[in-house]
């Protein structure tokens, strides 16, 4: 379907010069037919839909969420779309480096979502299944409740047709609902952080601030920093959009999401410290009814971000094989093998950490570092003294480090995963989150000894 009507956006030449850094009137996102996304995400109504800033904020703060922080390289990715005049990143990746560059671009713009999507699946099914085996009267070992049978229920019921949309703005409820849910997962957590944190052994070493593993967690946070494999579509769907206004929803998006993972990081590593797993309520009971609610939350969350990651997945393909535009079949033939694909393989895969790790390291750090600095360092006209030509500077060989030895650490230094396994502090002779002694404390500080060389 075809794209009604669009318009280009100027800004002044005062706010042109303050937001790009340079002194041409050029248009901000001029219209390029042969990699568009509003062609192929936006209906030909699209003036009526486009959403207000408010919902945009919530589409961008539940993508950094989903998947985390965000940083300086997505308002230099935005920059670097008004520079060439381009309004996808295949296409300033494109216009930019040519042929080569685009190819693996898109290469790395499919796997990152799409390995995000096999994670939220993972998530999903050890999180629920774990609600569910707690209502009363219900068989732990119930197929009904097994992680199998609910990733493919809640990839029916939920991600599949949420995902079926063609505009991104149409999210931004969901987003909301999403972004509501986290602060409860947050107050869940920071409760446990008081309530159970001094109860836990603290590992060996727990408050050394980095050891020589500690590139790894670069990989890790690169995976939940990014949200440039969809911040065009974000971008597209603002009324107006100029490259500060996209500074200013930036700005109070990475507020919002610092605090967010900060808090969760912190009060998860207080709690746990060595013992904290890739996906953090592995760490917790399951007898835990407070963090059974905060389970739940968290599934639905995961649940709801989900289609974003397979928005940007589908118009990879359309880009690379249909020239930008799907018909109304192929956008669903397209959806649904995807969707299908990243389920087959989560049904197979139950182990997060590594998932992390290796999307992190290998797609979203090239993503984030890389490819946004050497962009804008090639269109750029501005003195290398420019203060974004020097953070490029910086950006650039910190990406290439963290890609290669995040890698190898990767590979030669795994993650421990005891997906599924009950912690040893959970059992009924070690530990109780109902009942907390001096008695007990003294069990599992004992009991600890004997059980830190598992996880080692």
Same mark, same amino acid.
């Given at each position: ?108 713009? =499919?796997?990152?979502? %799409?390995? &995000?999507?096999?994670? /939220?699946?993972?998530?999903? @099914?050890? !999180?629920?299944?774990?609600? +569910? ?125 610092? =605090?967010?993972?900060? %808090?969760? &990081?912190?009060?998860? /590593?207080?709690?746990?410290? @060595?013992? !904290?797993?890739?996906?953090? +309520? ?175």
């Amino acid at each position: 379907m075809r794209a009604g009507p669009r318009r280009q956006h100027l800004l002044p030449p005062q706010d042109n010069r303050a937001a790009m850094g340079y002194q041409r009137q050029d248009p901000v996102i001029p219209p390029q037919r042969d990699l568009d996304d509003r062609e192929t995400l936006v209906s030909e109504h699209e003036h009526k839909e486009k959403t207000c800033q408010s919902a945009a904020l919530f589409n961008v703060v539940n993508s950094i969420i989903g998947s985390g922080i965000i940083d300086f390289s997505l308002i230099l990715l935005i920059k670097g779309g008004a520079l060439s005049g381009t309004d996808t990143y295949q296409s300033l990746v494109n216009k930019t480096f040519g042929f080569p560059g685009y190819i693996l671009l898109s290469v790395l713009q =499919f796997l990152y979502p %799409f390995i &995000a999507m096999i994670s /939220y699946n993972i998530i999903a @099914g050890d !999180t629920l299944s774990k609600v +569910f085996q707690r209502i009363p009267g219900v068989d732990p070992e119930n197929v009904f409740i097994g992680r199998h049978f609910i990733i493919g229920l809640s990839t029916v019921t939920f991600t599949l047709p949420l995902s079926l949309y063609r505009n991104i703005a149409k999210l931004g409820k969901v987003s909301l609902i999403s972004t509501g849910l986290t602060t409860l997962i947050l107050g869940i957590v920071m409760a446990r952080a008081i309530s159970l944190g001094p109860h836990i052994p603290k590992t060996e070493d727990a408050w050394v601030f980095a050891k020589p593993n500690a590139i790894q967690a670069v990989g890790v946070m690169s995976f939940a920093f990014i949200c440039h494999h969809n911040s065009f579509l974000v971008y597209s769907s603002l009324e107006e959009p100029t490259v500060a206004k996209w500074s200013r929803l930036i700005h109070m998006s990475i507020v919002i999401s610092v =605090f967010i993972c900060i %808090f969760f &990081a912190t009060c998860g /590593y207080l709690t746990f410290t @060595g013992f !904290t797993q890739g996906d953090l +309520f592995e760490n917790y009971c399951r007898n835990d009814d407070l963090v059974t609610f905060g389970r739940f939350c968290y599934g639905v969350t995961v649940i709801l971000t989900y289609p974003m990651e397979c928005f940007v997945t589908r118009e990879v393909i359309a880009n690379v094989f249909f020239g930008g535009n799907l018909s109304s079949v192929f956008h669903i033939v397209v959806t649904v093998m995807v969707i299908t694909v990243a389920t087959l393989v989560s049904l197979l895969i139950d182990c997060l950490g590594i998932v992390l790790e290796l999307n992190g390291v290998l797609c979203a750090t090239p993503l984030i570092f890389i490819i946004p600095s050497a962009c804008y360092l090639k269109l750029s006209e501005e003195p290398r003294t420019h203060s974004d030509k020097i953070m490029s500077y910086v950006m650039l060989p910190i990406g290439a480090a963290v890609m290669v030895f995040g890698f190898v650490m990767a590979i030669t230094n795994p993650q421990d995963c005891t997906h599924g396994q009950e912690m040893f502090y959970c059992f009924p002779d070690n530990f109780s989150l109902t009942n907390t002694s001096e008695s007990h404390i003294q069990q599992t500080t004992q009991l600890s000894i004997l059980n830190i060389s598992i996880f080692q």
